[in-house]
């Protein structure tokens, strides 16, 4: 098939869940190898590869581990040996497994894990909070949030593409909100393969791959003599991650339309906004909600959806925010202890306007935890917070908890 020859781009619109659409994903990039061990509410990923291996309608080699810890390592040896490999979980499950996943990435292995956000016990709590994801930030990961079926159907062959890109080879766990995106059904259009395969190449570890032929040193005991150096070229990657994510965007906009005009973010109705919004995953429903409704009113606000939150858009999202007055920054998380007793979110947006000459007021909001509702009244709320501090002398107490109970 050559470039100049036309494919079917979608092929069925169905109405699906965030995990449904995710396995619909997988299916799509033909993953070789699939690792599976029930969480909530991660499983429905498990359970709806299982039906579409099971319908004959997927080919891949589908393994249940006994814990989070060996699926993990599943995967992370599958991909090693030059499978397409796939996995997820939630929570505590995540946790549990946490030492495959600092390995896999400081191994450079393209992997991709969905992560099904649900608060860390104790107390047990199902609902969603993006702490679980937020614990590999630091180590090397791809991590981004979706707020969509529809995005994470494209985001898996777009994490692929990413992850797998020679410059890359990095890990990527793709993050959505549990119950409210997990479980939530939307009408998604599902590509066709002809169409994925122009986007999305065969998997490739090229020389780096671990095979019989190939007799390559994988984990040595490296210590001082050139730990200090591996380190440096996992950074130099998530570097390079930024122009590959670029790359991919605009390959992916020329296949499947204009889907997304930026890869890190969206701006909703923020072109003549003073003050503005930022969160990450389902928030974005209810704070674009409480844009509608306050532009009637004559507010001149805005809400930005942050979607990659590692590697962080620091120049992209410096330009987007220094053009406002105030920011409010809703976290889904917890940093108990952290600069001014702001969230995750909150410093990584704070530090990235450090330089800007117009540098806006910025407030705080934590919400949402244990997956309590956010519901639109709390929105307009933090908009009317964050306007106040756009005219405010001095911002002391800038922190505040939404929707809890005092």
Not at 375 to 401: C, N, R, S, Y
Request: overall charge negative; hydrophobic content about 40%.
């Amino acid at each position: 098939m050559t470039a100049t020859q036309p494919v079917t781009v979608y092929e069925t619109e169905e109405l699906l869940t965030g995990c449904q659409a995710v396995s619909h994903g997988v299916r799509l990039a033909d993953v070789d190898v699939v690792s599976a061990y029930p969480i909530r509410p991660y499983t429905e990923v498990m359970d709806q590869i299982s039906k579409l291996i099971a319908d004959g309608q997927f080919d891949a080699e589908y393994i249940i581990a006994d814990s989070e810890h060996s699926q993990f390592e599943i995967v992370k040896h599958a991909s090693s040996v030059g499978a397409r490999a796939f996995a997820g979980s939630s929570g505590t499950g995540w946790a549990y497994g946490f030492e495959a996943l600092v390995v896999t990435a400081t191994d450079r292995l393209p992997v991709l894990f969905l992560v099904g956000n649900r608060a860390l016990d104790d107390p047990g709590a199902f609902g969603v909070e993006h702490n679980d994801a937020l614990a590999v930030r630091d180590m090397g990961w791809l991590l981004f949030w979706v707020t969509t079926p529809q995005e994470a159907l494209e985001h898996v062959l777009l994490g692929y593409r990413i992850a797998e890109d020679p410059r890359v080879r990095m890990p990527c766990a793709l993050a959505m909100d549990g119950a409210f995106l997990t479980h939530s059904q939307h009408l998604v259009k599902i590509p066709s393969k002809e169409a994925v395969k122009r986007f999305l190449p065969p998997y490739s570890l090229g020389d780096r791959v671990l095979h019989p032929d190939n007799p390559i040193s994988i984990a040595p005991q490296a210590n001082e003599d050139w730990v200090m150096e591996l380190r440096r070229q996992n950074w130099e990657a998530a570097r390079r991650a930024r122009i590959v994510i670029q790359e991919a965007y605009r390959e992916f906009n020329a296949i499947f339309g204009d889907r997304y005009p930026t890869p890190y973010f969206d701006e909703y109705m923020t072109d003549d906004a003073e003050v503005v919004l930022i969160g990450m995953g389902t928030v974005a429903a209810p704070g674009r909600t409480a844009v509608r409704r306050l532009r009637k009113a004559g507010h001149k606000v805005g809400y930005v959806n942050l979607r990659w939150f590692r590697p962080f858009p620091t120049v992209e999202l410096r330009d987007c925010l220094s053009r406002f007055k105030a920011v409010g920054v809703i976290d889904r998380d917890f940093a108990h202890g952290s600069p001014d007793d702001g969230g995750a979110l909150l410093h990584e947006v704070r530090s990235c306007l450090y330089p800007a000459r117009n540098r806006p007021a910025v407030v705080n909001f934590i919400t949402g935890l244990g997956g309590r509702d956010v519901p639109i009244a709390d929105a307009i709320k933090m908009f009317e917070i964050t306007e106040q501090a756009a005219t405010a002398d001095h911002l002391d107490g800038f922190v505040t908890w939404i929707g809890v109970r005092e």
